[in-house]
């Protein structure tokens, strides 16, 4: 039978995937920590910004920060009495499920609590984030900040926005170079669940509505072998810029 002729892709390089390598890695780092550091603490992020995460990294540079695949975070920990490294490191698994993270520390509780108490960054926020105020464009000409501030702070918007805006369904209109509206446009509500076209609209006028938020969800103390849940989570998907398919974890260190 003769060869075809169709166009072949001919790959140049290959890709060794390196799922099994790093979940190992995982496992290892997270079971070498728990004699190194006095406190674990299992942490749940709210907005998940990878930028911030890195912050906390900064932050906490006598400590050292893991957010990856939880299950094999539990494994580490042990799932029960008989498979667990150190005593009583199992009864921190039930708290490993959704966006959450383990945090090996030498500070006291009372000193971690009241950090993640005072780090709450602002950001754009993203489709599926619940409006925390009502925002509205005032009619008239519409300035850069959408009347986030007084218009003798602020300038004019750039008429080449102008387009942008009636495709998002804001009810614009040029007069003599400047972007107006006819009355008062809503863009989003208090309470509401905000679609991608109002989170456009919030980040071109610089509001921020997406607070990043860490807690703490329980702590396993190495002197007394005791866990203490704190609760509180507010973790969720909805951000979430770590890749979780399987083989592939991510992890951050500090």
């Given at each position: 039978?003769?060869?075809?002729?169709?166009?072949?892709?001919?790959?140049?390089?290959?890709?060794?995937?390196?799922?099994?390598?790093?979940?190992?890695?995982?496992?290892?780092?997270?079971?070498?920590?728990?004699?190194?550091?006095?406190?674990?603490?299992?942490?749940?992020?709210?907005?998940?910004?990878?930028?911030?995460?890195?912050?906390?990294?900064?932050?906490?540079?006598?400590?050292?920060?893991?957010?990856?695949?939880?299950?094999?975070?539990?494994?580490?920990?042990?799932?029960?009495?008989?498979?667990?490294?150190?005593?009583?490191?199992?009864?921190?698994?039930?708290?490993?499920?959704?966006?959450?993270?383990?945090?090996?520390?030498?500070?006291?509780?009372?000193?971690?609590?009241?950090?993640?108490?005072?780090?709450?960054?602002?950001?754009?926020?993203?489709?599926?984030?619940?409006?925390?105020?009502?925002?509205?464009?005032?009619?008239?000409?519409?300035?850069?900040?959408?009347?986030?501030?007084?218009?003798?702070?602020?300038?004019?918007?750039?008429?080449?926005?102008?387009?942008?805006?009636?495709?998002?369904?804001?009810?614009?209109?040029?007069?003599?170079?400047?972007?107006?509206?006819?009355?008062?446009?809503?863009?989003?509500?208090?309470?509401?669940?905000?679609?991608?076209?109002?989170?456009?609209?919030?980040?071109?006028?610089?509001?921020?509505?997406?607070?990043?938020?860490?807690?703490?969800?329980?702590?396993?103390?190495?002197?007394?072998?005791?866990?203490?849940?704190?609760?509180?989570?507010?973790?969720?998907?909805?951000?979430?810029?770590?890749?979780?398919?399987?083989?592939?974890?991510e992890e951050v260190e500090a």
């Amino acid at each position: 039978m003769p060869k075809s002729k169709r166009a072949k892709v001919v790959h140049m390089s290959k890709v060794t995937k390196k799922g099994k390598e790093l979940t190992l890695k995982l496992y290892a780092n997270v079971q070498e920590c728990i004699p190194k550091y006095a406190y674990i603490y299992v942490f749940s992020v709210h907005n998940m910004r990878n930028t911030y995460l890195k912050d906390v990294r900064t932050q906490l540079s006598d400590s050292r920060l893991f957010f990856g695949k939880t299950k094999v975070m539990a494994v580490a920990l042990g799932l029960d009495p008989s498979t667990e490294p150190y005593p009583q490191t199992s009864l921190l698994t039930p708290h490993l499920s959704g966006s959450v993270g383990l945090l090996f520390s030498p500070r006291k509780p009372s000193t971690i609590l009241s950090h993640f108490a005072d780090y709450a960054p602002l950001d754009y926020a993203r489709a599926g984030t619940v409006a925390s105020r009502t925002f509205t464009l005032p009619a008239g000409i519409l300035y850069s900040r959408g009347g986030e501030i007084p218009e003798e702070e602020d300038v004019p918007l750039a008429h080449s926005v102008e387009p942008n805006l009636r495709k998002l369904w804001v009810p614009t209109r040029l007069v003599k170079g400047k972007v107006e509206l006819d009355g008062d446009f809503v863009v989003c509500r208090e309470g509401e669940v905000l679609g991608s076209g109002q989170t456009t609209i919030l980040k071109q006028f610089g509001v921020a509505m997406a607070e990043f938020r860490v807690g703490i969800e329980a702590y396993w103390e190495r002197e007394t072998g005791e866990v203490t849940a704190v609760g509180g989570k507010k973790s969720d998907v909805e951000g979430m810029d770590v890749d979780e398919d399987d083989g592939q974890v991510e992890e951050v260190e500090a």
